[in-house]
């Protein structure tokens, strides 16, 4: 069945580790995006990619990066975690041509 | 101003009513437009899309474009207590660019 999967769906975590946060899909989707939402806000884009090898940043400054060296896998990292990067970061896809999105279930990310 | 502006709520109606969504977006270059539900604790989910002027209906949801006045409403019939969640509007300018999301209007329907 055709779907996005994200990894993991919890992760709690000390300041200053390391972390990648994985999104794979089945979809067949070009795009890729990575959304940030906090409790009652809206989603704000931070990453995304029109395929292999293509990434770009988005609206909402972030210190986390992105690789793109597969069409279905595009991982989040984060070099060293913060408390202020507590939140639930949403991975997404549309085919090349569509703006529909099709989210993954979400990673919901607490820095101690 | 926001890019895409909605009331965050709560709206509550009672079970069997009509539900009203509204959306406003700054943008007049906007082709595309979306609705999204998103039940608490998990991710979005697209329900409706819209990319004329007019009404398109999908079972109990109808969507509603007035890019005139740069619009865009959802309304949910005979809604139900499973129709409980945030209703995410979001606008992209079609083709290669992003699409942006509003706040979301929080619905509750009340048994």
């Known amino acids: 069945e055709a779907d996005i999967y994200q990894t993991p769906r919890y992760l709690v975590i000390g300041t200053g580790k390391k972390i990648t946060l994985e999104c794979s899909q089945t979809?067949?989707?070009?795009?890729m995006y990575w959304y940030q939402q906090d409790p009652g806000m809206e989603l704000h884009l931070i990453h995304y990619?029109?395929?292999?090898?293509?990434?770009e940043k988005g609206d909402l400054s972030s210190e986390s990066t992105v690789s793109r060296i597969r069409t279905e896998h595009f991982p989040l990292t984060l070099e060293s975690a913060r408390p202020s990067h507590t939140s639930q970061y949403l991975c997404?896809?549309?085919?090349?041509?569509?703006?529909?999105?099709?989210f993954g279930s979400g990673t919901q990310l607490s820095v101690l | 101003q926001k890019e895409v502006e909605q009331n965050s709520g709560p709206l509550s109606v009672p079970e069997g009513a009509i539900a009203s969504l509204n959306c406003t977006y700054s943008?007049?270059?906007?082709?595309?437009f979306f609705w999204y539900r998103q039940y608490s604790g998990k991710s979005p989910e697209l329900i409706m899309f819209?990319?004329?002027?007019g009404d398109k209906e999908d079972g109990r949801f109808t969507a509603q474009l007035n890019k005139a006045s740069q619009y865009v409403s959802l309304l949910i019939r005979d809604s139900q207590p499973s129709d409980s969640a945030t209703y995410l509007c979001?606008?992209?300018?079609?083709?290669?660019?992003?699409?942006?999301f509003g706040i979301g209007t929080k619905l509750q329907v009340i048994p």
């Open positions: 819209i990319y004329s002027n």
């Open positions: 979809m067949g989707h070009d795009k």
């Open positions: 979001a606008v992209g300018s079609g083709g290669y660019q992003k699409v942006t």
């Open positions: 990619s029109y395929g292999v090898n293509s990434t």
């Open positions: 943008d007049r270059g906007s082709q595309s």
């Open positions: 997404a896809s549309s085919e090349w041509a569509d703006e529909k999105l099709f």
